[in-house]
């Protein structure tokens, strides 16, 4: 595959900062990155996720992090949600009341005068994954997969964000002969934990995901994340779709990282050139 030479508008300044958070079902991360090297810049702060967790007891949490890590610049934060015009759609493992909350309007509230950008989480690790990690340098068509409770996905042209794929709902025909269903519901790593599935069990159906998103997009590569990344080596071999598969790097970190990138961008504080284009929400 062809690798683009970086240049300097395609890369951070080394002495910049960003802030990000990463809002889980069950924790809270935040932590300064550094935007040229996508690395964290010391320990990451943690938080359970209040219960119920609604906007208000989420925001709540997010600003004391964020006051706790001393940062008065621009904030981004990872939600496993879809934003539209500034409006979540839909609540993964978050309390339903996110469903049409008006987010500028919360944030205006629990962290006046800063520049706040949401996205999605799985959005906000294949920002990272294509500027910091396994897809990049890659020309045309990048698809991160995360592979959890669910599947999560974002797809990235050239470098830049087509934001809030939920292609773990892509209608997929089982190759068990049970017919028609969402992908996440046949491939996802709580499946293969739910039916006791072995490596050689599990990879045919991921690779028929696969097969089916490569004969609608020809993407160029696929990043695969999720914790059960981590044993690539085990079922990455088992695959049998055409086009290249790279392991998701920046893992745990993923989210912190795109969302402190994408916010940075957005807020005009760096130039990233063609690598990411913050495009409008």
Not at 204 to 223: G, K, T
Not at 262 to 271: I, Q, T
Request: with cysteine; proline share 6%.
């Amino acid at each position: 595959m062809p690798t683009p030479t970086p240049t300097e508008s395609t890369q951070a300044p080394a002495s910049s900062t960003g802030l990000g958070v990463d809002v889980g079902g069950t924790g809270i991360k935040a932590g300064l990155v550094d935007l040229g090297t996508g690395e964290l810049l010391g320990p990451r702060s943690t938080r359970p996720t209040p219960q119920p967790a609604t906007p208000d007891a989420v925001a709540g949490v997010i600003r004391a992090m964020v006051d706790e890590l001393g940062w008065d610049g621009p904030v981004g934060v990872a939600l496993p949600s879809v934003i539209h015009d500034g409006v979540a759609r839909i609540a993964h493992n978050i309390d339903g009341s996110w469903v049409g909350c008006d987010v500028v309007a919360l944030f205006d509230r629990h962290l006046p005068g800063r520049s706040v950008v949401m996205l999605n989480d799985a959005d906000a690790a294949g920002v990272t994954e294509v500027h910091y990690g396994a897809g990049e340098g890659v020309d045309g068509l990048v698809v991160l997969l995360t592979f959890g409770t669910g599947i999560g996905s974002a797809l990235l042209l050239d470098g830049h964000l087509v934001p809030n794929t939920e292609f773990g709902h892509l209608m997929v025909e089982d190759i068990a002969g049970r017919g028609f269903d969402e992908a996440e519901h046949l491939a996802s790593a709580s499946v293969r934990a739910r039916d006791g599935l072995t490596y050689e069990e599990w990879a045919p159906h991921v690779s028929n995901v696969l097969r089916c998103l490569e004969d609608l997009l020809w993407p160029r590569a696929f990043v695969l994340g999720g914790g059960i990344s981590e044993a690539a080596e085990e079922w990455f071999p088992l695959l049998e779709n055409r086009t290249p598969v790279r392991a998701a790097i920046r893992r745990g970190d993923a989210g912190i990282i795109g969302a402190a990138l994408y916010s940075a961008a957005r807020d005009g504080l760096v130039d990233l050139g063609s690598t990411l284009s913050p495009g409008s929400y």
